[in-house]
């Protein structure tokens, strides 16, 4: 082995990612080595390196697998205009975490007045920052969603009619009934109904969301909602395609 290339375990330690992540990229055709050693181990070359490079790049902003593997499989693929989503992604994020800055100053200046902080502002924070973390939402799409948040949190009607519909699903599925339920449906055509009011019903959005949740499933918690009901919601909205934790005010 030369100073140029890596065993799959000292490029996993070098990168971060595991050796079962490596394997399954060689296993799909995302990412093979250029070269094996005498007795069949793997050695990745620097051009190795710099195609994982851009995969763990891709990943990111938010692409599948099978998406990256399209894309680097594009003879037309420019490294240079990966770098600028990578740029232009960053940028964004950090946009985003100077208005959550503003924000928690904003708390931090409520309580240093000696005034009472509304129980939804620390919502609308902590959803935003699970949200800012996150690289499958576009800086555009955090922004959107922030001042969904925000005008639900004002609008205390429409807040508790979100709530009671959230109790209504739980109730329902812990009655033990099946998602195509006539009252699951209909329960689940009125939220699909307030999720388009609320312009939370966005095929992108909803996208997006998916994957965030599909990684980050303890992240639903902070809207009320557990593994359980949200695959149970899912379901039931699985004709309507409008669903996703993001929804969730």
């Known amino acids: 082995m030369s100073e140029r290339s890596w ?3 000292k490029l996993a330690k070098r990168t971060g990612l595991t050796v079962r992540a490596l394997h399954h990229y060689d296993r799909i055709g995302l990412l093979s080595p ?3 050693t005498e007795g069949g181990h793997r050695l990745y ?3 190795d390196l710099v195609k994982l490079q851009q995969i763990v790049s891709l990943k ?3 692409f599948r697998l099978k998406e990256i593997k399209a894309i680097l499989h594009d003879p037309g693929f420019d490294p240079a205009e990966l770098l600028r989503l990578q740029l232009s992604r960053l940028d964004g994020q950090i946009r985003t975490m100077l208005e959550l800055r503003d924000r928690l100053r904003g708390l931090y200046d ?3 007045g000696g005034k009472a902080a509304d129980g939804e502002q620390f919502l609308t924070v902590m959803r935003m920052m699970n949200l800012a973390r996150s690289p ?3 800086a555009g799409q955090i922004r959107e969603l922030r001042e969904r948040y925000i005008a639900a949190g004002h609008d205390g009607e429409r807040q508790a009619g979100i709530r009671r519909m959230l109790d209504g699903f739980r109730s329902l599925l812990e009655a033990g009934k099946a998602p195509d339920d006539p009252d699951v449906q209909a329960l689940a055509r009125r939220w699909k109904q307030e999720m388009e009011e609320l312009a939370l019903a966005d095929p992108g959005l909803v996208r997006s969301a998916e994957r965030h949740y599909r990684e980050n499933p303890d992240d639903g918690l902070v809207f009320g ?3 359980d009901l949200y695959l149970f919601m899912k379901k039931a909205l699985s004709r309507f395609v409008t669903m996703s934790p993001s929804h969730l005010s």
Request: glycine letters at 10%; aromatic letters at 14%.
């Open 7 to 9: 065993t799959i375990g």
């Open 34 to 36: 250029s070269q094996y």
């Open 45 to 47: 070359s620097v051009d």
């Open 60 to 62: 990111q902003l938010g």
């Open 110 to 112: 409520h309580f240093r």
């Open 136 to 138: 499958h939402f576009t």
């Open 225 to 227: 909602v557990d593994k």
